[in-house]
């Protein structure tokens, strides 16, 4: 079917074309501001509805948006500070964020609020503000220097509405009304909910078009954004849209040179007008779209449809979008009908939200009147096959959380909370460890929320009414409000993956009759490697370590992973053989006397370890770090090893008395803060300075986060290798591989034979074996990969020169390593003129 402006041009009656700039993609929030990593939010009291901060059972105040994991909407609280609630968020991953203020009021109902300063930067949504992070990887739909395309408002009455309506168009560089051959033309249409607007405002596509056009990959066309509406589309779109852009814009009336796309809705409305109007657009794409459940498609109708479309391509998010099922049922449809169509794969990052639809339009514009760009009909890069229909877990069939293989969590509560008003998932989701909530969704009697995809270690809890509760199903932690959850197969936290059972050391718990007032009775629980000897000759080095305010005896392994981190460092090779002691305390006045009287003697009499100073090391979090710092200000000498991780305040100096001790008999000061942590940074600094005083070995970390596990386990994993003396347990025999001198153009190179021993009580991974230096090319090897070693066993390989050397004196190193397990040797040869 060809529609032409001349068949239907009385029906409407076009208003004008306004050229404007597009609507605003930066921040235009007054309360936002970035300092460094960081984006600040500071919010006047007087402008919360709440009147009050944060979040808990009663009133508070709340910054939420697509901030949380894989651009899940999430909540972070906006804290007191003076007249203010602030919030800061960062490290930032590059991208387009959309956010609003909400403040929680005392009977637990929400109330969005703005700066009334503000503008609005989504139509649809008008309490939301925008905020574009740049960077590299999303340079493709940043704003281009110069060059770029020009968007114009047209107005138009629309016989559907009965009334004038807009839309938005986008000509590109250098676009010539009155050129010769008309532009194609592609429109866009807005989902449901979504206005014409939003495909710039959300969407960022006036900048995208500007990128691929001037980068070459965008066939010279106009670009018409648009909403047609609901039950009336056809009409509007075909009776009204079309004819005012080919009345006011040079474009072609050709279906040929007409593409159609859009999201959700608006790709139902695409897929739908190339059944009911074949050839009248010859590209199609759908964005999270559908087919009605009762489309028929006939053989007659296939053909017309093939005849008349040069490309349908689906597209669809993972499986938090909407349409996942609905995108394969639609596929499913033209596939049996025989209706050609292609598929850019499930988006594996982002569901049915603008961080799939942007890389959707950036694919489809990028083909559409481009036949070169048809070559490649296959997936994007890293997307996967939609070879079935999603099935969620059946409603009260889960324990939560459920992990799918994508790295997809389900969270779900029982029906203890049916009456609840709101219930969220709050744990450490953001980038640096802050605690971001989620909510959920009352599916029946239940909570349920899914995430992801997510990889690595994150500590949780469930939020009712605002009160913190634990996990009911969680019988692991059993001392703490908060559970853990780790998903395996990403990079994000190794340290904290559990190792295989053979290699995982043993926690023991013990109890005694405690030094503090009113806690008669303590527990403390104690690692030991797995290669533990209780009765070795050299008794083992042990490390103290402590918890902070309001935490216990086994918040370090029910939630800082403090038995992932030894086991992981100690079957790499990177920690000495030693015995981690974790007690609790309830106070610290106490604590010197119940840690030297108490834990010390008790540890003493159960475990093979050392009392002597130069193998003992104390450690802390927090309260537990300013217990350690007293611990080397007025009993210097007691320790050699002291590791102090986000100190609230410092616990005192050190004087003319305690100076000269700590210095004789401290090894090793480890301070360490999260960058947010402003308290426990200026703690950390004076501390510096007086170890400085006295030239105490001292070493100060500061790392991207708060006052936190995300920074405290970095802390741990940080100072165990730094403490006791050990090797990595890997050596090379002969520690030279010495060829002496051979005549010039030899032929047959002698090979020298090198032992790797591993003299660990547990096995090594595969070893690579390299050759570096400036010569590394004068020498071979037999083998560049070692297989895994077990404890105890040895492993062989050989390097010889190359053959026919001219004359001179060639030096390398050959080095076997795996993960962080590292051993290396000298090889040399000299060639005499012959």
Request: net charge negative; hydrophobic share 40%; aromatic share 10%.
């Amino acid at each position: 079917m060809q529609v032409t402006g001349a068949a239907i041009g009385l029906a409407m009656v076009v208003s004008g074309v306004v050229v404007s700039a597009s609507p605003a993609a930066a921040a235009s929030d007054p309360w936002e501001s970035q300092s460094g990593i960081y984006h600040y939010f500071t919010v006047p009291k007087s402008s919360v509805p709440s009147n009050t901060c944060g979040n808990s059972t009663g009133a508070g105040a709340e910054l939420e948006g697509n901030i949380g994991p894989s651009g899940t909407w999430a909540a972070v609280g906006l804290d007191a500070s003076g007249e203010n609630c602030v919030a800061n968020i960062g490290p930032m991953k590059p991208g387009l964020y959309y956010y609003q203020y909400v403040a929680t009021m005392p009977d637990r109902s929400k109330q969005v609020f703005r700066n009334p300063n503000s503008s609005v930067d989504v139509t649809s949504h008008p309490n939301w503000n925008t905020l574009f992070v740049p960077g590299p990887e999303v340079a493709w739909m940043d704003d281009v220097a110069s060059g770029g395309g020009t968007v114009s408002e047209l107005t138009y009455t629309s016989t559907v509405a009965g009334a004038e309506r807009s839309a938005w168009v986008w000509t590109p560089p250098a676009y010539d009304p009155g050129r010769a051959k008309p532009y194609p033309v592609l429109y866009l249409l807005a989902g449901e909910g979504q206005s014409a607007r939003e495909w710039q405002e959300l969407g960022r596509a006036r900048q995208i078009l500007d990128n691929l056009a001037v980068s070459g990959d965008l066939a010279s066309m106009v670009v018409v954004m648009a909403d047609p509406g609901d039950t009336h589309y056809r009409a509007e779109l075909l009776n009204n849209i079309l004819p005012a852009v080919q009345h006011q814009y040079n474009v072609s009336t050709s279906g040929r040179e007409r593409a159609i796309a859009g999201i959700g809705r608006g790709g139902y409305q695409a897929l739908n007008l190339a059944l009911t109007d074949p050839g009248a657009f010859g590209s199609i794409g759908s964005m999270s779209g559908y087919l009605p459940g009762d489309a028929c498609i006939t053989r007659s109708l296939a053909k017309a449809v093939n005849k008349g479309t040069d490309l349908i391509r689906f597209y669809v998010g993972n499986t938090l979008d909407p349409s996942y099922n609905s995108t394969w049922e639609a596929m499913q449809k033209l596939r049996s009908a025989g209706v050609d169509f292609e598929f850019d794969g499930v988006h594996p990052e982002t569901g049915g939200v603008w961080d799939t639809w942007r890389e959707n339009l950036r694919d489809f514009a990028s083909r559409v009147f481009r036949p070169g760009a048809a070559r490649h009909r296959g997936m994007s890069e890293g997307h996967r096959a939609l070879t079935e229909p999603y099935r969620p877990p059946a409603t009260g069939s889960i324990t939560t959380p459920h992990i799918d293989a994508n790295g997809m969590v389900t969270f779900e509560t029982g029906t203890q909370w049916a009456d609840a008003k709101d219930v969220v998932i709050w744990g450490d989701w953001a980038p640096n460890g802050q605690w971001f909530r989620i909510p959920m969704t009352k599916v029946g009697d239940r909570w349920r929320t899914t995430i992801g995809p997510i990889d690595g270690y994150y500590y949780w809890r469930y939020e009712v009414n605002g009160t913190p509760v634990h996990d009911p199903e969680d019988t692991n932690n059993t001392e703490n409000v908060e559970s853990q959850l780790f998903v395996p197969g990403g990079e994000r936290t190794p340290l904290l993956a559990d190792v295989p059972a053979d290699e995982a050391g043993d926690i023991t718990l013990l109890e005694y009759t405690s030094a503090y007032p009113g806690n008669p009775t303590m527990k403390f629980k104690v690692w030991t490697p797995p290669d533990y000897d209780p009765d070795r000759a050299e008794k083992y080095p042990v490390l103290y370590l402590y918890h902070g305010f309001a935490q216990n005896y086994a918040t370090w392994t029910e939630v800082g992973r403090a038995k992932q981190i030894l086991d992981n460092l100690y079957v790499r090779g990177e920690i000495a053989p030693m015995v981690v002691v974790m007690p609790g305390y309830p106070g610290l006045s106490d604590f010197w006397v119940d840690l030297t009287t108490k834990v010390m003697p008790l540890t003493a009499s159960e475990f093979n370890i050392s009392t002597e100073p130069s193998k003992m090391a104390l450690a802390g979090l927090s309260w537990g770090a300013r217990g350690t710092q007293g611990a080397l200000v007025n009993h210097p000498g007691a320790f050699s090893y002291f590791g102090i991780f986000s100190p609230p305040f410092a616990a005192g100096s050190l004087d003319d008395i305690s100076g000269p001790a700590a210095k004789k008999g401290t090894k090793l000061v480890s301070l360490f803060a999260g960058d947010v942590d402003a308290g426990a940074i200026g703690a950390i600094n004076g501390m510096e300075a007086n170890l400085a005083a006295y030239d105490i070995p001292t070493v100060k970390t500061i790392v991207p986060g708060p006052h936190g596990f995300d920074v405290w386990w970095q802390g741990l994993s940080d100072f165990l290798p730094r403490i006791f003396e050990h090797s990595s347990g890997v050596t090379i025999r002969p520690e030279a591989a010495d060829f002496g001198t051979l005549p010039e153009g030899y032929h047959s190179p002698p090979a020298k034979k090198l032992t790797v021993i591993n003299s660990r009580q547990t096995a090594i991974p595969p070893l690579s074996v390299t050759v570096s230096g400036p010569n590394a090319d004068k020498f071979t090897l037999s083998t560049d990969t070692l297989a895994p070693i077990r404890a105890g066993k040895k492993a062989h390989f050989r390097v010889a020169p190359v053959t026919g050397l001219p004359a001179g004196v060639y030096e390398a190193t050959v080095t076997v390593a795996g993960g962080s397990v590292r051993a290396s040797v000298p090889v040399r040869v000299k060639v005499a003129k012959a």
